[in-house]
């Protein structure tokens, strides 16, 4: 087996042999523990029959981890700088392919036609820019990409916010955009110290496994998730001025949000925290007929 390129002496070593330096607007933080390494390639559960894709290779100390576990792997990276880099210490391995390219920017789905012809399970592996995690994280899951699930590095704050369960702190829209199409649970909690440099926050793995279907039946998505951001424009209001403060000027009055808060049977002094994925499904339902 290769040498770890994730050890703190050999990724000094690579920088120094490239004379590179991290870009902190990147949101450029390596890991250089392969004991962490090898534990997020464990939770995403990869075999020789499946195919990862990656999200900033970085000097590709995970990348090399997802090669030895998968078929293939296809990283995105947008620092043009780490190429050559790449080239080197991933040299050992023939079944990587580098794309250069913004992964906000990238026709995902197409990659994956390109890339993954002869692969049917694909899980998406990385260590996050934490810049754009959320970004990165909806675009993969809104695009209803052919993707098994994901298995990601992130602030732990944001992991926390996308675990949460319904009448906690953290619960809010962003649990509930994950968490419809995706059964969302954090698998590890990790230190700061793992990295170079090291982050000025907490971090986490977060592991989603996409849905077969949404866990509810709603009549438009989009008006579902502008309801559950209306409901949580300010945690502390009621949801009924919430929605009437936030959804779409004109359409509704105030009457017909309170008649569709009574057919959903949801009191309208409650707060958006403590309504259920399913309560926010029969409320959208309702109020649907009054904005379309
Ligand atoms: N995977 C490496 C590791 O774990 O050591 C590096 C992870 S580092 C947290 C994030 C990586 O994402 C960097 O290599 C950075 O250049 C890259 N990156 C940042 N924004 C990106 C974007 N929009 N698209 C693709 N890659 C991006």
Redesign the pocket.
Known sequence: MNKDI?TPARTKEIMQKYGFSF?KS??????IDPNILQNIVGHAGLTKEHGAI??????G???EHLARASKKVVA????QR?LPILDDTLSPYDNIHIRH????KADVRQVMEEEFADIKDVMVV?????Y?TTPIILKLLMEDLPIKGLVVMLQKEVADRIAAKPGTKNYGSLSIAIQYYTEASTVMIVPKTVFIPQPNVDSAVIKLIKRKKPPVEVTDEDFFFTVTRSSFAQRRKTILNNLTSQLPDGKAKKEDILKALEQAGIEPQRRGESLSIPEFANLANALYPYFS
């Open positions: 994730a870009k990147l949101g450029q933080n390596f890991l990656e999200i900033g290779p970085g000097i100390a995970l990348t995105f990276e947008i620092d780490l390219s913004d992964v906000l990385a260590n996050l820019p934490y754009v």
